[in-house]
């Protein structure tokens, strides 16, 4: 049963530029959640996708976005890139049939913008 | 939204120590989960407790949901304990929150 996957692993980008972030669910998941955790701090909520909308979303500005396939796959992209967006990345998934049900994260994806 | 506080912010143990982590919450929760990151970043699922207690070796949890806390104990600890413990609450809405985390270390 594979669990959260996620890409890449690593990547370094400079300001201003944009990246794409991915990640499959674990299987039998169909809602996904990205997360941003700083260097420090807990993970801080961007947004959560389910059948392919935007269904939640935090406290982040419009140059974070996402999308949903219709296989569930997800991806986050951020535009004009800011020194302050280097983070770890986190991809979360659970079905949706439970709403409050247990969270299982991938390894995350490692950005440093120079 | 909901507001998230662990207890103790760090912690320093040696091996065989008995210690408690403190999570509070300020709302109605749907779900509770501590979770360890290990060293490169790898959030593993520690119990999902949304009320009651639960045991995992030398690991449990209680979560008193109408007091708003929870709790992570681990006994008899060990260097392979060190780490980052989390813990998320889920909102009826749906959408989790972390606490600000306890950094745990224990010194053989």
């Known amino acids: 049963d594979a669990g959260v996957t996620q890409s890449p692993t690593h990547l370094i980008k400079t300001r201003g530029q944009q990246v794409t972030l991915r990640c499959s669910p674990k299987?039998?998941?169909?809602?996904v959640s990205w997360y941003q955790q700083a260097l420090g701090q807990g993970p801080q909520f961007i947004f959560q996708?389910?059948?392919?909308?935007?269904?939640q979303r935090g406290n982040f500005p419009d140059r974070f976005s996402g999308h949903q396939f219709p296989n569930y796959s997800s991806e986050l992209n951020v535009n004009a890139l800011l020194l302050g967006d280097s983070a770890l990345y986190l991809c979360?998934?659970?079905?949706?049939?439970?709403?409050?049900?247990?969270?299982?994260f991938g390894e995350g994806s490692r950005l440093t913008v120079l | 939204g909901i507001q998230v506080e662990q207890s103790p912010p760090d912690l320093i143990l040696q091996e065989g120590a008995n210690s408690t982590l403190r999570c509070n919450f300020s709302?109605?929760?749907?779900?509770l989960q501590w979770f360890h990151q290990n060293p490169w970043g790898q959030l593993i699922n520690l119990f999902y407790?949304?009320?009651g207690t639960k045991q995992n070796g030398r690991l449990s949890a209680t979560t008193v949901a109408t007091e708003r806390y929870s709790l992570l104990y681990i006994s008899s600890s060990q260097t392979t304990d060190s780490g980052v413990y989390f813990c998320?609450?889920?909102?009826?809405?749906?959408?989790?929150?972390f606490g600000d985390g306890t950094t745990l270390t224990v010194k053989p």
């Open positions: 407790i949304p009320s």
């Open positions: 299987s039998g998941h169909d809602t």
């Open positions: 996708y389910y059948e392919e909308e935007e269904r």
């Open positions: 979360a998934s659970r079905p949706d049939s439970n709403r409050a049900g247990e969270l299982f």
């Open positions: 998320a609450v889920t909102s009826n809405a749906g959408k989790s929150t």
């Open positions: 709302d109605s929760v749907n779900n």
